[in-house]
């Protein structure tokens, strides 16, 4: 899916894959990150819903 997370757009995926979610504005935050020293790096996301629950999503791509 695509979202807008502090400004930056990323290209998310959930594993295992989760249904849709609706269109709407969610809290996110940095549940893991890895950065390599030629700057690759590996990013997961927690997407927090109203009842408390999280679900995890990793970063397929960024763009402007």
Known sequence: MDVVIDGQKYE????????????????????????AKNREYSRVYELLFADGATRRYTVLGESE
């Open 12 to 35: 998310l995926e959930a594993w295992p894959l989760y249904v849709l979610l609706p269109v709407g504005d969610y809290k996110a935050r940095l549940s893991n990150e890895k950065i």
